[in-house]
């Protein structure tokens, strides 16, 4: 809490400094049309899980996500749900550096002690986000991961993950979001 505060009071002396320095408050960014793709996944969602974990149909279970955006810039996403057997609770933080010209956006989630840091490209014609970034394999070591986000026209979106496994990229999951009924 006092790192809270500390922090509070910084900001609040920055924007003191700088209006004082000038007389006028300074203009604040506001988000741009990269921000409309995060925006889209605010909400409640009811999500199907599919765990490909070996050869024959994959494991399936379900989970909820929800989303909210944090002063237009960032997609603050909680996720919790069941995936192979296991009770599993997620949060990810997501959004778009215009000075790197692409998205950014981390992951951790209660299976283990890693974080994932993610780069992103979103293709606007195919309605798809690419995120690439290291994780743990399945023998901990870290590997390349690929999230690949499908919007479609309806307002589900579908999300495959692969897992470099030797040379080859493997599908581990793919997760089918629905909105829910906000109640």
């Known amino acids: 809490m006092k790192i809270l505060s500390s922090l509070t009071v910084l900001v609040a002396l920055t924007f003191a400094a700088a209006t004082s320095a000038s007389g006028q408050q300074p203009e604040l960014p506001k988000p741009g049309p990269e921000y409309d793709v ?12 599919k765990a490909f974990t070996g ?3 994959p494991t399936v279970s379900k989970g909820k ?6 002063g237009g810039f960032w997609l603050l996403s909680d996720f919790h749900g069941k995936m192979m057997g296991l ?3 997620g ?12 998205y950014v956006g981390t992951w951790r989630d209660s299976l283990g002690p890693h974080k994932m840091e993610m780069t992103g ?6 309605q798809t986000m690419t995120w690439e970034g290291m994780g743990p394999g399945s023998d901990g070591k870290p590997v390349k991961h690929i999230l690949t986000t499908k919007y479609n026209d309806d307002g589900t979106r579908v999300l495959t993950m692969q897992m470099q496994a030797g040379d080859a990229m493997v599908k581990i999951f793919e997760m089918n979001y629905s909105k829910a009924e906000d109640r």
């Open 91 to 102: 949060h990810g933080v997501y959004g778009y550096d215009p000075e790197q010209k692409q």
């Open 65 to 70: 996500e929800t989303n909210r955006m944090l």
């Open 87 to 89: 009770d599993f609770k």
């Open 121 to 126: 490209s979103y293709d606007k014609a195919s």
């Open 55 to 57: 050869p024959g149909e």
């Open 38 to 49: 995060l925006q889209s996944e605010v909400g409640k969602w009811n999500v199907e899980i």
